[in-house]
T-cell receptor, first 114, second 112 residues
């Protein structure tokens, strides 16, 4: 079975531009979460979606937005990019949204903002 | 607030045993996860603890003490391929949703 997939794998943008990152969860998984991982740090929670609804948002500015589609895939959008947005963006999927549910991570999209 | 502490770096010898500690302070607690992350790759799930005690899975074991806000990951019979970052993550029920709160990770180097 395919795991979590993300596209693109790498991306280079300039300050002020906008970017869209894509994620396809493991087949049958209905919950998708997005994390930002800056070099040398642990992943930081951005959004969680379950059944196409936003169920949680981390401490990120409104420049960050996301959505989940009927097939449970998801997009993360970042507007007005800043240098500090350079990071590895990870998508994680889980079967449902619950306390014991394990989140499985995709390979990530490495974003570099120049 | 939320705070998860792990040592930044550790070095151990091939074939040995290493223990990576994690202490946490969160407004709620609904489980603790350990992930392994090789450089440039995604985190992969290792273990999950929600009750006190030891969970063993092959060469890897994880321990939890909720009263002490403490967990450790024990790696036995270390192999070179175990060189990676190890991330401790807590599910904070108090936040109203179920995202994971991660520590900064412990970079383990296994040497011959």
């Amino acid at each position: 079975d395919a795991g979590v997939t993300q596209s693109p794998t790498h991306l280079i943008k300039t300050r002020g531009q906008q970017v869209t990152l894509r994620c396809s969860p493991i087949s049958g998984h209905k919950s998708v979460s997005w994390y930002q991982q800056v070099l040398g740090q642990g992943p930081q929670f951005i959004f969680q979606y379950y059944e196409k609804e936003e169920r949680g948002r981390g401490n990120f500015p409104d420049r960050f937005s996301a959505r989940q589609f009927p097939n449970y895939s998801s997009e993360l959008n970042v507007n007005a990019l800043l240098l500090g947005d350079s990071a590895l963006y990870l998508c994680a999927s889980s079967l449902v949204m619950g306390s014991g549910e394990t989140q499985y991570f995709g390979p990530g999209t490495r974003l570099l903002v120049l | 607030g939320q705070n998860i502490d792990q040592p930044t770096e550790m070095t151990a010898t091939e074939g040995a045993i290493v223990q990576i500690n994690c202490t946490y302070q969160t407004s709620g607690f609904n489980g603790l996860f350990w992930y392994q992350q090789h450089a440039g790759e995604a985190p992969t799930f290792l273990s999950y603890n929600v009750l006190d005690g030891l969970e063993e899975k092959g060469r890897f074991s994880s321990f939890l003490s909720r009263s002490k806000g403490y967990s450790y990951l024990l790696l036995k019979e270390l192999q070179m391929k175990d060189s990676a970052s190890y991330l401790c993550a807590v599910r904070d029920r108090g936040s109203g949703n179920t995202p994971l709160v991660f520590g900064k990770g412990t970079r383990l180097s296994v040497i011959a």
